[in-house]
């Protein structure tokens, strides 16, 4: 049980984390964003808005790194 548990942790830790910096990069370069003062989106100011999200996907990638790390050291010791 501890192998399946493990594994499921691997691979949806992993899964998140990726998703997380995926979103959390383009949050940061904000392709979508014009300002009259800059010619590249990323020298405008971030909105609020976008300011939680980039947050959010930071903190799930942080913490999803975490939970694959975790379950790769339980599945590492199960295994010895």
Do not use: K
């Amino acid at each position: 049980m501890r192998t399946r548990t493990s594994s499921a942790s691997i691979i949806g830790g992993s899964a998140l984390a990726v998703a997380g910096a995926t979103v959390s990069f383009i949050y940061f370069l904000q392709p979508w964003r014009t300002c009259p003062d800059d010619d590249a989106p990323a020298g405008c100011p971030i909105l609020p808005n976008d300011a939680e999200v980039l947050a959010v996907a930071m903190i799930v990638a942080v913490l999803a790194t975490a939970t694959a790390v975790v379950g790769a050291a339980i599945r590492r010791r199960h295994v010895r």
